[in-house]
């Protein structure tokens, strides 16, 4: 990762050097870890859970302190984003109203440039005085330390040819970066987070984490064996940095904010640093062998019908069992330890069928296995440890797609499956939903480039979703349909329909050089899309994926006929997703044209929840815009 134009705009995480940081410390200072100065094993402590999150006790007084609704979840999180004053860039009338290519009126606005002036982020010291009132009020546990950091989002906008006109910072942000017994803290069950707008009044806050005390001290596996198992996991063409040794805290799972949940106890665990161009997302391996569930896998093929059943011993029960396949979206029955489906591959010569498996048991520790059946018969396997992480039909006036190329990791399909599910519950159809080998790169490609088809596929929706390995210069897929990655140069979205773009991919929207060069890299893709949303650091695929989020965002929420949460706007969306759901210290970004007018799709809502904007097609005199936020 290259440091930002302005380096006091966003804090960076480097894992690879934590990574080595961390685990050299463990095993030199034997003392601090735990490490037996007679045979060198290294221990480090576990932690039983003494309450999930938070109660409704608890919540209530959270919003009282910042005057800010009660947004407390069942499951004991709490997370509020005020939906209009968030990371807002003032916006006013632009234009006449008009109609996009599917009839429905689009409301142009412009950026308030007068009012955009008055803003000023409020100062660092404001925001540490109300994230020290966030920390009280969490308690933190006994052996459990949290480092403020501060960031701000930040607006940027370019002129015609592409030089930066205005880089104005909109919010303060304090994210706490955790650890337990001076390893490093990560998942959705430890996270604590705040923004403060310019007036000083809070506009986003998070809470969601558990109270644990210490317990026993285990032996934990070594680095080079831990390197071992995630070269398992990743195959052996992906390279391996040193793993980090720390603490993952799995999502919340209180019921009624009850203070209770499955989780019972917290284990060490390594996170994956894979390395390769195409940057790969970081996966899981167990630190403690004994504590690890274990399985066999056996599928049996005959012809298209495919029959898997995986037997499960060791770690914690009750286990959860997740499904996915290399041809055929599984979601319907694929929560057991057995699934029967019939295999829907795009092509008939693809034979080869991949079936995978990730199993959870209660304390959040996995183990996966995979079967690629190359015709009939049965073929079994026994897992490896780890996994999870931080993976055209006529359905009415709105609707999505769905591509990831990333079918072996459950995170990923989790993704897709929440994405899907949620556009549905809101009466928005998928369109297509391609996984592993029939996710193609010519779907996201230009006619007017040899073997482009997007108008057929991506640029005949309104919103895509993608799940996949990406770098600065693009995206990978695991099929040459034309070939195997999407760069800037084959897209030319929007000309026939494709609003948003949302690319759950590393580093897709990197600043590489300090010059935010992501403009000039991408501005061409644009001709009537409004928005791209990606990461300018590593995305991580977290469990239970991210799609979901996102999608429910873009609707409001309700219960019975009481609205407890409006519409997001699209942008916002994206970003509270990644509040959510990355770990603390991911970078994301949104970014669209500015018309010759000065119109923009910041403001945009999904169709039917708001304004949304008119096409801004690409032209010699159209400038862009972005903004970027720190988790």
Known sequence: MSAH???????????????????????????????????????LPTFTVTQEGLTADDG???????????????????????PTEFQRVPLKAGGTASLDESKRRTTPQVI???????????????????????????GLSEGLAATPSVSHSELTITDPGGKVTRAQELDTTVSYQLSLAGFPVSGQGAKLRLTVGP???VTQVTDALRKVEKADEVPVI?????????AELYGPQVKQDVPTLGYQFPELGAQEANGKGSVRQILPQYTCNPLSEATEAHRLVPAVSTATPSGKLEVTRSGEGIKAAVSVEGGTGPYQFRWSSSSTPLVEGADGSAVTYTRKPREAQESDETTTVEITDANGLSATAAVTATGDGSVSVASTPGGGGFGVLAVG???????????????AQDSADGYKNAMASHGVGTAFDFRGANAWESDFKDPTIAGGNDSSYVDNIDAQWYTGHGWSGGFTFDTAHTDTSIVPSDARWGDRDLEWMQLESCQVLADTSGTNDYFGRWRQAFNGLHMLNGFHTNAYCVGGGTGGTFANYLFPEKFLWWTLRPAYRVQTAWASMAVDREPSGVVYRSMGLISP???????????????????????????????????
């Open 222 to 230: 070594s680095p080079e064996d831990a390197a071992a198992t995630c």
């Open 5 to 43: 134009r302005r380096p006091h705009a966003h804090r960076r995480v480097i894992a690879a050097a934590v990574a080595t940081a961390t685990v050299g410390a463990a095993l030199t200072t034997g003392v601090a870890t735990g490490a037996s100065a007679a045979t060198g094993e290294l221990r």
């Open 397 to 411: 006036p709105n609707d999505v797609g769905i591509e990831n190329m990333v079918e072996e990791w459950q995170c």
């Open 112 to 138: 308030d440039f007068a009012a955009l002036e008055r803003v000023k982020p409020a100062a660092n010291d404001v925001a540490l005085r109300q994230a020290n009132t966030l920390l009280g009020l969490a």
């Open 199 to 201: 007036d000083g009044t």
């Open 597 to 631: 007018t000065g119109v923009t799709n910041i403001g945009d809502y999904f169709w039917g929840q708001g304004s949304t904007g008119p096409d801004i097609p690409l032209t010699a005199n159209a400038g862009m815009w972005s903004i970027t936020g720190t988790v």
């Open 60 to 82: 209530a007084r959270l919003a009282e302190a910042f005057r800010v609704p009660n947004a407390l979840r069942g499951n004991g999180a709490f997370s509020f984003t005020d």
